[in-house]
Structures are given as structure tokens and as C-alpha cells.
């Protein structure tokens, strides 16, 4: 009697099947993907409803062997992004930290600043403020100008990159983070100080992405050594909208006036010139920063902007 043959093993072909990983670098319709064993994947997307973010989990089918097509996205725990009338980006998704970065030596935009605080909040994110570069004089006269922040429990975490980034480093443990600032504060120098993959990554994402000229407007995701921890670094940005959010949304993110809830006259009252406002009060005697009341009306009339059907046409 013949033994029947025993079939041979067959390695599955690599184009055509489906896998998936984890959105390591994005640059407009171009993202790579990092498969759960690291292998890099070049990745375009189908459909134009879909968009992804560093730190989405994208399911692909592979086109070749270093290659695929994004099919869908997995459920995200959070999505950080700015969003206005005429356009929306997406920056990193699945955080659970947001690390702002400020610098003595920068004109700083607090109202920006203010609205990476509020973006935290709304998606449920801690908020960590670097103050970097507490080597140059003028550190100390940033401190003081960041002192009200502890109205809404934002201590200045200060930070010479430079010379040493284990400040920050405890705090990135055990968190996803996104890293935001205005160009010039020091994210570079943070990121390759933290990850020392990342000088390695940036070339090797420039060669996916195929020109390095974009490396500095693309997102990339770095991990941290030793730990499944990761940080999404973003581009500088000027405009930060927060568009897309409700506006009771945005309300419930400005923590500071979460005590006064239901202390209007009017339980829709959204703080501005109704009678009876507590808040309007709050501000009057000193214990709400006026600067914030002024956001937040700006944020509400942002979001109602977009959700008016006359404005359709422009999004
Ligand atoms: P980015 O635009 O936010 O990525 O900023 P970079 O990382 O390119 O840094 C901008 C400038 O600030 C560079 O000249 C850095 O060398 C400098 N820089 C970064 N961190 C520090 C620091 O801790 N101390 C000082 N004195 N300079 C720093
Ligand atoms: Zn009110």
C-alpha cells in the first residue's frame, strides 16, 4: 500500500492576503502600516470616504510584498485632529496623552495652546505642557506667564531636551501620545531624544513615501524602547479648528467651568450675554480666565459655522 503523499507545505502568496497593522506614518493618501511582526507595508487607500491616522489599526489587503491597499479602519479609542469650514486633517488616533510643547525662545500662541487643551479634553486625553529649553534665561519668565494654567490643572512639566529628556520620558510610560507645537519649540529634538529609532524611521519613511522633501509635513508614529508605548509627532501647525466637535461638546470641554453646570438661569446658557449666567460671574470676579470664555465663544461659533446648511456648499 502507497502512503498517501503528504501535501506539501504551502506558503500563502503574500499578494492577496488579507492582514493587519498598525498606521505608523501618513502622508496625504500615502500611509505605511506596520504589520504585528514590524514588516513595513506601503500602503495606498481604497475609497475616498476612508481616512486613517498614525495609530489606527488598518486592515490591507497586500498587493505585493511590500505593498497593499487599506480596506477598512479599526474602532478607534480616540481621534485627535483639526477640523474647519473648508477642511479637516487628521493628526493621530488611539492617544491617551497629548504633549504640547512650548519654548522660551518662541513667540507663543496661547489661543492655539489653549485649543490643543480643549482637543485633550473633548477626547478624553491627558494633557501634558513641556516647557523646553529650561537652559535659555528666559525660562523662568515662561513659567510665570504659564502659572494660570493651573486653574485647569496644567503644571508646566519643564524640560531641557537638549541635555535630557528623561522629565518627560516618566511621563510618556504607559501612554499613547501625540507630541504638538508651533515650529521651532523643539519636537524634533524631543522625538529623536525619546525614540532613538527615529532618525532611522525618518529616512526610512522618506524612501517609502518616496521624496524626502515631505518628511516635515508628514505624521509619523514612533515607539518608545522596550514597551509597547508609543508617540505620534505632528506637523507644526498655525490653525488648530476644533470644528467638528458639538458645540455642548466644546462646553464640556473647558474643565474650568464644569462646577458651574446648572447654575445658569437658562440650562441652555452658552455663557455669552444671557442674564443670570454664572459663568459671565465667575469671569467678572477673577476665577475664570476671561481669554478662555473668549475660546470658547469662538469654538462654539466655529462649530456652528459648519453645522449652518447655508455653509454646505464651502466644506
Ligand atoms: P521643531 O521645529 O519643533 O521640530 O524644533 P527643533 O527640534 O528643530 O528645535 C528648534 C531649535 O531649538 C533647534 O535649534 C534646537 O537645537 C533647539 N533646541 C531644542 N531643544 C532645546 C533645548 O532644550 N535647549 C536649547 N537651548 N535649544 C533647544
Ligand atoms: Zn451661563
Redesign the pocket.
Known sequence: MIAPQRPAAVEPPRAGRRVEGLVVAAYRRHYTVELDDRTPIDCVIRGRSLQLACGDRAALLRTGSGTGVIESVGTRGSLFYRSDLFREKLIAANVTQVVG?V?P?VALDENLLNRWIVAAAAEGCAFVLAA?????PDHSALLARLKPYAAFGIEPLS?????DVHPLLAELAGKRSVLI????????????AVAPSAAARTAEVSRALKTGRHTTTSTALYRLPDCDDWIVDSP?MKVFGLAHYPPDAIVHAFVELRPYEGHCRFTDCRHDREPGCAVQVAVSDGAIAPQRLALLHDLVRESEAVRDPRNRSKS
Open positions: 510643547v519654548a525662545d523646553n529649553k529650561a537652559d535659555l524640560l531641557s531636551a537638549k541635555r507645537g508651533q515650529s521651532g519649540m523643539g519636537k524634533s529634538t524631543i522625538i529623536n507644526g
